[in-house]
């Protein structure tokens, strides 16, 4: 069978912005368009996925139990249901890879609250093994009707920038419920800041004002959004297309990325060994400090074997080291001292001196 480079797709959005209904209607999309799917149900609290859904985390994690046996609330039973599933990330790796060859999308729907997937390590887990599997895309979903309120706006767009630094997977904005409001003022806002700007001051209260210097700090996410940006409705279907082809640029787009962070891991890599390198060449250098005895310039140890050079250091010692050593001497010879003296050593030194020099020994 021929192998297909596919793409996976992870929905993610605020509680209600329609992600649901967008899986459901992207499916059905590609299954007009005879395209091949594979779909993730990630939410453990959904109570039902309107469409065809291959892997469901229901199946394997009762939301409901986890919150009673860990005594959780609604957000940390769904949290804990998303760590217990990313412990598994190695099947979900063989899952998605294999899926990689036979379909053309793989498509994820997240939890509704967004920060439990986009801030939870699970959240990072799953999206990793998903991009290590295969090209993968962020399809950011945000609900036209609530961010035609410019502070909500740019609080989306916040998130958004954050899910874009977390993840560094391609990103794509689908404004949805396009049936229910005219989206293009979306377009007006990214591509001109200052029509963002006005409109904000309309509002003089303080979340405005914050809002407007967010405003002014996110213009660089503006410009990568207005090519990134596509108008859809669940409902309708409208802007599914555009979605498509959106899709394939963001695979161009993963390709890239992926070129960029093997040539920063070629670099941090590289400036490990630069730093090993050095730190062993220090460390021989100082071994050879200590170990070399430079006559005549050049050193024994370069020329003689360990034992000879003890034998060389006796024949080659015209120190007059006075027996008991006076620690005074500067050669760099050993000097071992001892305490039990013999007997006939004592008589000859004296009593209070029990030092004695080994080499002259
Ligand atoms: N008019 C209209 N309604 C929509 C559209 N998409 C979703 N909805 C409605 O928005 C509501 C929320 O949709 P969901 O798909 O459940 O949203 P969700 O983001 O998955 O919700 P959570 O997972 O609970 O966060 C539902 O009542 C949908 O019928 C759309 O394009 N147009």
């Not at 959106?246 to 992926?258: D, G, I, R, S």
């Not at 000097?335 to 080499?359: M, S, W, Y």
Request: glycine letters at 6%; one cysteine or more.
């Amino acid at each position: 069978m021929e192998e297909k480079r596919n793409i996976s797709v992870l929905i993610v959005g605020m509680a209600g912005s329609g992600k649901t209904h967008v899986v459901q209607r992207f499916l059905s999309h590609l299954s007009m368009k005879k395209k091949d799917f594979y779909s993730f149900n990630l939410d453990p609290a959904c109570i039902t996925t309107p469409y065809r859904c291959d892997v469901d985390i229901r199946d394997t994690i009762k939301y409901k139990e986890v919150m009673k046996d860990y005594g959780l609330g609604p957000n940390g039973g769904i949290m804990t249901s998303l760590n217990l599933f990313a412990t598994k990330f190695s099947d979900l790796f063989e899952i998605v890879e294999e899926q990689s060859k036979i379909t053309d999308y793989i498509v994820c729907d997240t939890p509704g609250q967004i920060e439990i997937f986009t801030w939870s390590a699970s959240g990072t887990l799953i999206s990793q093994t998903f991009s290590a599997a295969t090209p993968t895309c962020i399809v950011y979903v945000l609900d036209v009707t609530r961010v035609c309120d410019p502070n909500t706006f740019v609080s989306n767009l916040l998130y958004a920038c954050s899910i874009l630094f977390r993840f560094r997977l391609p990103m794509i904005l689908a404004v949805n419920k396009s049936d229910l409001k005219d989206p293009s003022f979306v377009m007006d806002w990214l591509s001109d800041v200052t029509v963002l700007l006005d409109k904000i001051s309309e509002d003089s209260s303080y979340l405005a004002s914050l809002s407007r210097s967010l405003g002014l700090m996110l213009d660089e996410l503006y410009e990568y959004f207005i090519t990134r940006t596509v108008n859809i409705s669940a409902v309708t279907g409208a802007g599914m297309d555009e979605l498509l082809e959106m899709l394939e640029k963001a695979k161009e787009e993963y390709t890239e990325l992926e070129k960029e962070k093997i040539k920063e891991r070629g670099a941090v890599e590289m400036d490990k060994f630069e730093a090993d390198k050095a730190k062993e060449e220090g460390k021989k250098e100082e071994e050879d400090d200590r170990e070399d005895d430079i006559v005549g310039g050049q050193s024994i140890s370069h020329i003689l074997g360990k034992g000879e050079k003890e034998e060389e250091d006796r024949k080659e010692c015209h120190c007059e080291c006075p027996c008991p050593c006076s620690h005074s001497c500067s050669c760099s010879h050993i000097h071992e001292k001892k305490e039990v003296v013999e007997e006939k050593e004592k008589d000859i030194l004296g009593d209070g001196l029990a030092l004695r020099c080994d080499r002259i020994a």
